[in-house]
């Protein structure tokens, strides 16, 4: 049991290891663009948003790198998850080994990402002094109930593609929807109270939520909102695993 | 009684067929694949120290015997039992990476092929003398020819100390240089260690010299098990 952990350990750390390296060896700017990118989308939707809509959002700039920085997170890991058992076949093809290290590793990777250019907005609450180290653990716990959500939900569509390739695509147009229908770029407030009860079912406004909170100083949310958002995260990674476990036995007839 | 080194009980495999790539989309229109049934009724026996060769034309079900003695995949009924670290060599790219160097890739297979890390560290210059790389051993896996990543998959196999090793027509790796040594580990490692080899081929030639044992392998069922003197082929 122990050595079967180590071994997963070892097998995880190797292959982000070279998820990382295989992603920014060829680029100059190397780790650097992790943070231009969500910052450049910052300035670009921040100036279009100015023009569209007149009503003004307190702390805007900062709000919108919280949100796109955790959306990258999470869009970036559904859309390189879900086709990497398929992608990584050679790995299927050599041993037996739990396959699930395969998504696992692209979650990793893009938490390393994550966590790196999120410590920016760190050094910002320290300038606004809107800092304070009593929040620290919320902060934690929004990265797990992330983490655990997208754990589970990756675990579904990468299984899901090994059978069905063109379940990657379904998830491209998904993010899109999705993307519009959290609060990234707009407050939960523009949403009219009589549905907004149709955006509690997505973990991920939860999440954001609780980041505004940490990083820009904005009410807690209510218990039961993040509470609910931990439940579906839970259920999600459960489901998740069991389906994954039981379609990993012959993913090798199929990639 | 020597002791058991691998058992397959009544062992089936169905495969569903695609003609492209499986989708969605078309399994909602067609509903169910059809199927094809790669091995049915396998029972084997193989003790500790055996060499056995299995020998059968192309589709006959030779791999995906390998690749259930593995681990790879699983069968659809029956059981396996497999004693010990089972090591393969069954498809040339498997386990490795073409934009790692030769070094990072040893990692990458040897823990693959369940080795830790501090035992890859104390053999990987030997790991990387026997595959006789030389400096393209720094350099991305793209850039190897197909015999040197034969060369680098088979050295570090051998140096994962399997138990049970599955070579499928892998006999022959690398040029007559490199063939005469694997051939000679091949036999030390038998003599030595005790280590059960099971290999496949469609060509009994190959088989002459190593295996003892031989069974034949013909439209997923098996159809002899002797001597090389008592195949049909």
Redesign the interface.
Known sequence: MRSNI??YI??LS??TE?EL??RY?YTTFGFLWMIINPLLQMLIIGFIFAFIMRQQVENYYPYLFVGLLTWNFFSLTVTKATPSVVNER????????PRSVIPMSILVSNLVHYLISISLLVAYVIVTGTFALQRLHIFFAAIVILAVFTYGFVLITSA?DV?????AF?TQTMLTLWFYTTPIIYPLSFIPQHIQWMWSVNPLVAVLSLLHYVFLGFALPPTHVWLSASVIAVITCLVGILFFRRES??????V | MKPIAVKLSHIYKV??LHHE?????E?LIKGVNEQFTALSDVNLTVYQGERVGILGPNGSGKTTLL?II?????PTSGTVVANGR???L??L?????G??SGV?NI???G????M??PEIDAKLRRIVEYAALGRYIDVPLFTYSSGMRMRLGFAVAIHSEPDILILDEMIQVGDQRFQDKTQKTLTDLVKKKRITIIASSHNPEKFKYLFKRIIEVKNGRVVSDGTISTTHY
């Open positions: 180590q071994r070892e097998l190797s292959i070279k390296r295989v060896k050679s790995l299927i093809k050599k041993s037996q080994f899901l059978k069905y390739r063109d379940v379904f036995a012959d993913f090798d007839d199929w | 495969y569903s790539k499986p989708t969605l989309v399994k690749k593995t681990g790879i995949t699983t089972v090591v393969s069954i498809s790219d498997a386990g490795f990476h934009d790692l990072q990692y990458l297979n823990l693959l092929l369940g830790k890390k």
